[in-house]
């Protein structure tokens, strides 16, 4: 995380949405296994 991140976005935006949903899946998956 960092500045290749903010360059990364700045060529590519769309990816920001995709990594935010990736993530949000992710949480909720691990939250729902040790909940």
Known sequence: ????V???LSR???LL??????AAA???AV???LG
Do not use: D
């Open 31 to 33: 939250t729902s296994l």
């Open 17 to 22: 949405a995709i990594a935010v949903m990736i």
């Open 26 to 28: 992710a949480v909720s």
């Open 1 to 4: 995380m960092g500045t290749w």
């Open 12 to 14: 590519k935006p769309y």
């Open 6 to 8: 903010m360059a990364l």
